[in-house]
């Protein structure tokens, strides 16, 4: 009895000590419970006081974003905000209702934003982790923060294939904004900009290529950011691939967050927990990519800054905008954004005598697309000449005796001091605005470089001379083979002023060219290595000893092609008679492999392929500011990339050749089976050849069936594909021209559509066949398809 009331008494003693222990783990916030936006207005905090959710003053804004943020850190930094970042006034208020979960309201009552749930509430509560979770009266997790993230990511934290965080539009701007990331369905990371009206995603600047088309079990399937802090990608076999590198995690209590930030840059911070100092900031575990101006391979959106901006790298490593002279910001508040030239140029300004015009001058700057012209070989003289007097050209660029001439607006600019580039800038005289030239960040050339070290010399003594001596001579061997080494072809990409190769680098990168990958009517290629990239190096032979000038000519008008269904060219060799070209590596081979070997590809894939096909002689034919006929257009020149995206290769090529350099040995180009009649009649050639061999081309990946046929000897005999395609569809049998591909027949209306387009293609007028332009909307089904007339009307009427 006394062992009982003694407990008891322990008990009622305690008893505020277990109650104050247990809301302390576990603080929960009840439905009705709400918060007011107002200045030091109290938040919901987690058990340990880590994190915070509630109203937050938005910087330079009279107004409070809710938000989640770390409470016990000066700089209150947020993570978390909801969709559309809504900026609500004082007196607004949040608050947990029974049925529709987080209300957000305005000061006037209006609704802004719910958390959209639709089920009985118990409770809501914010945890350690960082998450709001709310949970139902049946104790199950009903909605949580970390489902709709916004630019942040924390330790515990799951992204599944298909999810995304995005930037803000600026460090005030909680808006989203130009950048995302993205775990692809295919289970690739990556980065891109995106058209912030439409979501339209551009090309990716940084992809972790954890997509395996060819194992599945080897792609990506989680983005995981673990509790230690390591974030890395769960592939759907169980194994890693790290992004937070293995021993760079600080040793010692850390908070710690991944976010991709405002200016592009996807970054992991660390933070003490307990800090010795009122004014520690966050720390750089690592960040991606590592050079961001230099990082943009595609040719839609801005790049890393506005149109008509400049990109180079701050103290930090950071990304920087600067506006240029003779331009200014179009809104003031945001330097990362679009710049306005004070004068645009007019073709009526240009006939107007009295009007004259100058150049600002800038130096290692540009603006790699954008091109409309291009003159090779000229002077420095002759191509701002050139721009003068031209009234659509805005900037000229010269480099290496060549001038690319551009119109507005400018994309993609960026600073770099190993280009050795001039930007000439067009003004109207009278307009020049009084600032003078940014003076944009970045590492200076090493010629200023040792200008520098070699004046502070001077002053030193003897020793410590001779030991600077001695370390500068290091730098420069250093330095020399960093040049030599400089193409890493994965994070910096090559643009249209194309890297000109020594032949013995060459040689080296292939290991003697040892490592054959095929042969064509071009040459020989090789695998080899340039940096940390593996390239493909395309030897050309029996080439016109006299053709140096039209060899430059024609690989210039091939650099300045930028499309995803074309193979980059990235950069060449031009040594005596060797004549070599640097492009881009296809880790799946030709799609003639793909289409002709022992497995028919799916039905799907293959229409993506032929899109593909299509959409790249689109560009070559109408969108290049000279225009490019392949001429030899067929499976072996068609390229797979890692995704199996169709990639096309040897464009441009053709008028390189020697005449009888092809399968056929009548004097034309191009290769038997795919050759358009025209070739043969001496007439004009045009843009309409390519359209008859993608016909040829589209028939073949229709039926996985080569062009002619061959016997086990490899000798071409009997059933030409055109006429057998043409027979199947008069008599209404496409299942034999298929072989019976039962997901092509499901698909009966698209197969159809796509051989009658294929018929269009090889008729022998060429007046009838259509554009690839009309090809693409005909296979999109934007146009509709007639009823092809017979491919050869003249070799019918002859039998």
């Not at 199950?140 to 539009?169: C, H, N």
Request: glycine share 8%.
């Amino acid at each position: 009895m006394q062992r009982v009331a003694y407990c008891l008494v322990l008990s009622i003693i305690f008893l505020p000590f277990l109650v104050f222990s247990q809301q302390t783990n576990n603080v929960s916030v009840s439905v009705g419970a709400s918060l007011t936006a107002i200045d030091d207005g109290k938040p919901w905090l987690s058990p340990s006081g880590d994190f915070a959710f509630g109203f937050q003053k938005v910087q330079g804004k009279d107004g409070f974003l809710l938000s989640i943020w770390y409470d016990k850190i000066p700089e209150k930094t947020i993570i978390w905000n909801p969709e559309g970042s809504p900026i609500v006034p004082k007196g607004s208020k949040i608050e947990l209702n029974d049925r529709r979960g987080l209300v957000l309201s305005d000061n006037q009552g209006r609704e802004v934003w719910t958390s959209g749930t639709n089920l009985d509430i118990g409770y809501g509560v914010m945890n350690d982790t960082g998450n709001f979770v709310i949970i139902g009266n049946d104790s199950r997790k009903i909605w949580e923060s970390f489902g709709f993230p916004t630019d942040t990511l924390l330790p515990s934290q799951v992204m599944q294939r298909g999810g995304a965080i995005y930037s803000r539009k600026s460090r005030t701007n909680f808006s989203r904004g130009r950048f995302q990331l993205r775990l692809l369905q295919d289970g690739n990371l990556v980065l891109n900009t995106r058209d912030i009206v439409s979501g339209y995603a551009y090309a990716d600047y940084y992809a972790t290529k954890t997509n395996d088309p060819a194992n599945q079990s080897n792609s990506g399937e989680q983005l995981v950011f673990d509790e230690i802090g390591y974030l890395y990608i769960r592939r759907r076999n169980g194994q890693k691939f790290d992004l937070t590198p293995n021993q760079e995690l600080p040793f010692g209590d850390y908070y710690h967050r991944v976010t991709l930030d405002f200016d592009g840059v996807f970054t992991q911070y660390y933070h003490p927990k307990v800090s010795t100092t009122t004014n520690s900031s966050w720390g750089t575990v690592w960040s991606y990519p590592e050079n961001i101006c230099l990082s943009f391979r595609g040719s839609e959106g801005s790049g890393a800054c506005g149109f008509n901006n400049v990109c180079s790298l701050n103290e930090s490593n950071r990304p920087k905008c600067e506006c240029p002279r003779g331009f200014s910001l179009v809104d003031p508040s945001d330097p990362y954004g679009d710049c306005k030239p004070y004068f645009y140029p007019s073709c009526e300004d240009h006939e107007v005598k009295v009007v004259t015009f100058d150049f600002v001058e800038l130096s290692d700057i540009d603006w790699p697309y954008s091109d409309y012209e291009i003159i090779n070989p000229t002077t420095e003289t002759d191509c701002k000449a050139s721009c003068l007097n031209d009234c659509f050209c805005a900037v000229a660029i010269y480099r290496g005796n060549k001038c690319w001439k551009k119109k507005f607006p400018l994309s993609f600019g960026k600073v770099d001091y190993s280009l050795s580039v001039k930007a000439f800038l067009k003004f109207r005289k009278g307009d020049l605005p009084p600032e003078g030239p940014p003076r944009f960040s970045g590492k200076k050339n090493d010629r200023q470089s040792l200008i520098i070290v070699g004046s502070a010399l001077l002053g030193t003594s003897v020793f410590v001379n001779i030991v600077l001596i001695v370390a500068i001579c290091i730098g420069i061997f250093l330095i020399y083979q960093r040049q030599i080494r400089k193409l890493d072809l994965g994070s910096n990409g090559v643009e249209t002023n194309l890297v000109r190769f020594k032949y013995r680098q060459l040689v080296n990168a292939t290991n003697g060219f040892k490592d054959e990958l095929g042969k064509g009517a071009f040459g020989i290629v090789y695998k080899g290595v340039v940096g940390k990239n593996t390239v493909a190096v395309k030897k050309l032979d029996r080439m016109d000893q006299d053709g140096d000038k039209e060899f430059r000519t024609e690989v210039n008008a091939i650099a300045r092609t930028h499309h995803k269904n074309l193979v980059q060219l990235l950069g060449f060799c031009d040594e005596g008679e060797n004549r070599l070209l640097v492009y881009e590596y296809m880790s799946n081979g030709t799609l003639a492999s793909f289409l002709f070997g022992d497995m028919r590809p799916g039905w799907i894939h293959r229409c993506n392929i032929a899109l593909g096909i299509a959409k790249a002689l689109s560009y070559l034919h109408e969108e290049c500011s000279t225009q490019i006929i392949h001429c030899d257009i067929k499976p072996q020149n068609i390229l797979l990339d890692e995704y199996y995206n169709a990639r096309i290769s040897d464009f441009g090529l053709a008028k390189l050749l020697l005449m009888n350099q092809s399968r056929t040995n009548t004097g034309i180009r191009g290769t038997k089976g795919y050759v358009a009649p025209e070739w043969f009649r001496n007439t004009p050639v045009s843009v309409k050849v390519d359209v008859y061999s993608f016909g040829v081309l589209l028939l073949e990946i229709i039926s996985c069936r080569k062009s002619v046929k061959e016997n086990d000897n490899g000798d071409e005999y009997g059933a030409i594909l055109t006429d057998w395609a043409w027979d199947c569809y008069q008599e209404r049998r496409l299942d034999l021209f298929v072989d019976n591909d039962s997901e092509a027949l499901n698909d009966i209306k698209t197969l159809r559509s796509f051989v009658m387009i294929g018929l269009w293609c090889v008729q022998e007028n060429p007046s009838l066949r259509p554009t690839m332009r009309t090809v693409i909307q005909m296979l999109e089904g934007v146009v509709e398809v007639n009823k092809p007339p017979c491919p050869f009307p003249l070799s019918v009427s002859l039998s």
